[in-house]
């Protein structure tokens, strides 16, 4: 059995009591919620906080709702629950996507999208989709609340926006009508962190031509979108030369770098690679359900 | 003899019905393990119990400077921190490993590997232990370090091993087998010759439980009992005896449950011995048990074999010769478990199930600064890397000659006339009839309609590959005289106790960490004497309990202990037959036996059941002179030879050509272990080791960087498989029994781990030919699967 170091650990009740609890605290303290990144680093005692604030008992911050054109997600939302929810298949497959291939159903059942955004580690799935979908980042602190892009929220591996006082609450992702998306992954096996994985989203005009278009790559080194492709697809008609060209530009955007999953190169094929099957994917599932609306 | 019906079974056996003696049943232990009720080392909890950490040196090689316990000894819960110098004065900082060679408990003077043992803390709690390792100062002078094998034997190489008398170099030993002027005579004159360096990475056993002990030295009578997580508790004992000087029939090592072994638990580790140096010194039970991580970077590591291999054939596919040198990387201490006489184990099996003019092989041992063990992971003694270099060899001679690889391996076969064959490097194979075990893996596989269904999917830029392994075991060691373990013949020991009312207890010298043995071995005796196995309890694992033997490894339980039980069974029938006649007032001669029972010969209404037989043994009837008042027997097998367990195994992947992502579609196994005792038993053996096969092939590997620090040290990084990686298993059978041993059974327990992993590699390089990919080494990871599609295989150093 591995062992932490000695801490204190209290449980909060509420958003405001969680954030009085982490101020009293200060720096020495982390939240905990599904517990499947910090509880191991603590173990091989890599992380040695003096208080663990558990917020698990905040379901105020477990929902999943469609308010207008907004799907808002509660920081505590469960993987599990993404996984499983068909509003989130319907409207943003790239989470689905992404949900499949976190972990294992165990981690699935704990751990939660705040968790994983604010852990930001390079390998973690959920800060592309969050790139991809351009979606909004609510951060709650003693002087209230602040909206900020996930460029904004997301500083680099393992950092965030987020300040020792202050507790992700919500991430708001836009819908867009035409829009579709695709997640894939390489993975050594079933639970193990990417090799290299992309995400795409995209949008279709009326005529079948991309209107908007994102993609990001998770564990090659590349924090924000490839924004190079955009110049390239959009306003154009989707061919597979402009996926291949887009592959490209992700293989010369990221900056991999080489480990046990594999060498530079073949992370650097895998950005190109993964980009062109999900621009395919996202734009085939853009058009199916575009399809599917004029029936 | 091939038969392919299995013996009168009841597949759906609940409850009722259950076979009286061999056949399908459920596993008699599964209600306490399937309900969390079993009871393994961390369970046991003594009054008073106190707990051990070790503190494990952070680097692979280097001397130690200085160590400053006073503050961790100042920690208010912290009993004792014990040293290796404390160790030296007791004469205990070194202990004999299970190769001849020595292993520190402690580190006295240098840092061998990373995560050596340095410090042994011993606190009221677990977690006080934990905490005051941090207490412990340590000052190191880093050295650098051996960490390539290749690299061991230069000139210029740092000596890991200076604690040895005049050690100048890393050499440990050279080894040989087969005919070396036969075997170069006929590669000289060879149509055909291919090479290959084939090299079988570093992995590990991993089992679910992690290695640990319980010590509880009674100070008053000088008892010690040691609960441990052995596979082998009377050879255990022993050797505790001779290390510690507590004698022996004061110690009782008691192996409670066991939550996987595979080879992993047949070391002696530092843990075990420091609990009993903690409990010594504190006059208190101590409890230690590692942390995955331990397990995973201290404990014996399995393979990590570095194979030239050399095949010699004719230009029509009849294969002539085989030969290899092999490197061998031991680590830092030489403390492989094999009979004595194999310092490389059984890989001169390596001749495999083909019949050859000519073979040889040599194996040089190595240290690097590396954890110690190595045979270890279900290896059947090193079958594993003979079987995987074999096959390889042939699969790459098939590719040369552009011949199926089937095709081939039928051409070559020892055929069942030739049985037993002798092969070119020593070995005895009792019995085999290789082709139609072979054609039915093809028939079940589909094999003709698989090769069309590739070439299709190849001429649409699809990647398929078919992967085929025949393999020939050799289990059940040994003979005593040829094989023992610090001079302890591998032989066991049984003992049958018939009660009064019928019911028996059968004790055996083995041990189960999850292969069945207490539905196994009552079956057996079931068979034997005819009382339903549920009437019979199997003991096993406490040295107390049970007669002496040498434990459970290398897949020798039923082949070697299964006979001990027969024979004992058989034994006991023979004295129910005296005991029958007396009270029939008959003769023995007169009786004849039914499954059960002994009954006059021509008159079957007249007659004892073993329930009747075994009150009057009890009784008051008169017995025969020579004829105690029991039921009970006790015997020790010495196996006349090993086993030779055999089976075809054929794999079915498709590699992603964007990502080299390995997917296992199918995947066929027949197996041929012999005399079949309970089928399920067997499956659920195939289909573990199957799934260990599947991970050796894609994923698992215990890599070190440059300066010797172990990169596989937890599950994140040191992957093995989970049933989202393997397909559903299809397994058949063949019997072909085995001659000499009493049931004709042959054991099967590593079976599937041996003869899978070339299946599955033959599979991938079968899918990568059309980028002219010959081999690659495990592990098939899909960055390395992607760098063999771009000609760049390398090696897992």
Known sequence: ?295 | MTILEDRPSNPAAGDHDRPIGHGRMQRKEDPRFVRGKGHYVDDIVLPGMLHGAILRAPVAHARLVSIDTTEALAHPKVLAVITGTDLQALGLAWAPTLSMDVQAVLVTDKVRFQGQEVAFVVAEDRYAARDALELIQVEYDVLPPVVDARKAMDADAPVIRDDLEGRTDNHIFDWEAGNKAETDAVFASADVVVTQEIVYPRVHPAPMETCGAVADFDPIDGRLTLYETTQAPHAHRTLFAMVSGIPEHKIRVVSPDIGGGFGNKVGIYPGYILAVVGSIVTGKPVKWVEDRSENLMSTSFARDYIMQGEIAATRDGKILALRTNVLADHGAFNATAQPTKYPAGFFHIFTGSYDLQAAHCTVTGVYTNKAPGGVAYACSFRVTEAVYLVERMVDILARKLEMDPAELRLKNFIKPEQFPYPNKTGWEYDSGDYEPTMRLSMKMAGYDELRREQKEKRERGELMGIGISFFTETVGAGPRKDMDILGLGMADGAELRIHPTGKAVVRISVQSQGQGHETTFAQIVAEEIGIPPEDIDVVHGDTDQTPFGLGTYGSRSTPVSGAAVALVARKVREKARFIAAAMLETRPEDLEWEKGRWFVKGDPSIGKTMAEIAMGAHGTVALPEGIDGNLDAEVTYDPPNLTFPFGAYICVVDVDPGTGHVKVRRFIAVDDCGTRINPMIIEGQIHGGLTDGVGMALMEFIEFDAEGNCLGGSFMDYLIPTAMEVPDWETGFTVTPSPHHPIGAKGVGESATVGSPPAVVNAVVDALAPFGVVHMDMPCTPARVWEAMQGRTRPPV
């Open chain 1, 1 to 295: 059995m591995q062992i932490p170091a000695p801490f204190d650990y209290v449980r909060a009740s509420s958003v405001d009591n969680a954030l009085a609890l982490l101020d009293r605290h200060g720096a020495e303290s982390r939240v905990v919620a599904g517990g499947h990144s910090l509880l191991p680093m603590m173990k091989l005692r890599l992380a040695r906080p003096d208080w663990l604030i558990d917020i698990n008992d905040l379901f105020e911050l477990d929902y999943l709702l469609i308010d207008g054109q907004t799907l808002r997600i509660g920081a505590m939302t469960r993987h599990t629950t993404l996984l499983e929810s068909d509003d989130v298949q319907r409207l943003f497959p790239i989470i689905t996507d992404a949900e499949r291939v976190i972990a294992d159903p165990i981690v699935r059942n704990r751990g939660t999208i705040g968790g994983s955004l604010c852990q930001a580690d390079p390998a973690e799935d959920l800060s592309t989709v969050c790139h991809v979908l351009e979606a909004v980042a609510v951060v709650r602190g003693p002087a209230g609340e602040r909206m900020l892009s996930m460029a904004d929220f997301h500083r680099g591996p393992y950092e965030t926006a987020v300040a020792q006082n202050e507790l992700l609450i919500e991430v708001r992702v836009p819908i867009r009508a035409g829009s579709s998306s695709a997640y894939e992954k390489v993975e050594r096996r079933v639970g193990d962190w990417a090799v290299a994985a992309a995400g795409a989203s995209v949008t279709l005009d009326s005529a079948g031509a991309i209107s908007q278009v994102a993609v990001g790559l998770t564990a090659v080194g590349l924090e924000q979108n490839v924004t190079e492709v955009e110049a390239v697809l959009v306003g154009q008609t989707p061919t597979e030369e402009l996926f291949t060209e887009a592959g490209r530009l992700a293989s010369l955007a990221c900056d991999p770098l080489a480990d046990q999953r594999g060498p530079i190169d073949y992370k650097r094929h895998l950005a190109d690679e993964l980009t062109r099957r999900v621009l395919r994917a996202a734009c085939r599932r853009a058009a199916a359900s575009a399809s599917e609306i004029t029936i």
